[in-house]
T-cell receptor, first 114, second 119 residues
Framework: KQEVTQIPAALSVPEGENLVLNCSFT??????LQWFRQDPGKGLTSLLL?????REQTSGRLNASLDKSSGRSTLYIAASQPGDSATYLC?????????????FGSGTRLQVQP | EAGVTQFPSHSVIEKGQTVTLRCDPI?????LYWYRRVMGKEIKFLLH????????ESGMPNNRFLAERTGGTYSTLKVQPAELEDSGVYFC?????????????????FGPGTRLLVL
């Protein structure tokens, strides 16, 4: 059974810092890994999707890496801004073609101080 | 293009009552998913529709939960009778069926969720 862990659970940084959020998963047999952002009281916004054959994906100030063999992914946020404050979730999809369900971590709550 | 929409945004009901949640996926998306987050826990998968068919309902907690997607468009999730432990946020997501060989690129787009409180 796949388990996804995110560390740290919460993080507070001053504006402008570069930061790294960590995600680990127990079963390396994955199709892809997706990073989401959730603002308080809102839904999930997809940030980046990394296919199992890829090493990283970039979008603006965000860079996500994937090391499938070690069961790890990181989300790097450059030059953090107060608007980046949110909960960041990672989720993996398994290889079973009959199951497209995502398995989520519990998230990292990020606070960027102005 | 409209995103995934869910109705209602909030629902407060008493234990034993019935509640029906609705999800409208992105137009043209054949895949529709239900997830939920109960207090203090991570988001958990409930079930997956492909068009009007249930592809995977392995996450449904018990037979008090009934999901339908008549006509392959919007979906409803009914909880009857509701229990205290059903309180949480219910999310719906949708995605396109990828062409063969591109399954790994499927992004699930989430709605804002329905916040359910059972008293």
């Amino acid at each position: 059974k796949q388990e996804v862990t995110q560390i740290p659970a919460a993080l507070s940084v001053p504006e402008g810092e570069n930061l790294v959020l960590n995600c680990s998963f127990t079963d390396s047999a994955i199709y892809n890994l997706q990073w989401f952002r959730q603002d308080p009281g809102k839904g999930l916004t997809s940030l980046l999707l990394i296919q199992s054959s890829q090493r990283e994906q970039t979008s603006g100030r965000l860079n996500a890496s994937l090391d499938k063999s070690s069961g790890r992914s990181t989300l790097y946020i450059a030059a953090s801004q107060p608007g980046d404050s949110a909960t960041y979730l990672c989720a993996v999809r398994g290889l079973d073609t009959g199951r497209r369900a995502l398995t989520f971590g519990s998230g990292t709550r990020l606070q960027v101080q102005p | 293009e409209a995103g995934v929409t869910q109705f209602p945004s909030h629902s407060v009901i008493e234990k034993g009552q019935t509640v029906t949640l609705r999800c409208d996926p992105i137009s043209g998306h054949d895949n529709l998913y239900w997830y939920r987050r109960v207090m203090g826990k991570e988001i958990k998968f409930l079930l997956h529709f492909v068009k009007e068919s249930k592809q995977d309902e392995s996450g449904m907690p018990n037979n008090r939960f009934l999901a339908e997607r008549t006509g392959g468009t919007y979906s409803t999730l009914k909880v009857q009778p509701a229990e205290l432990e059903d309180s949480g946020v219910y999310f719906c997501a949708s995605s396109q069926i990828s062409p063969a060989g591109l399954l790994r690129g499927e992004t699930q787009y989430f709605g804002p969720g329905t916040r359910l409180l059972v008293l």
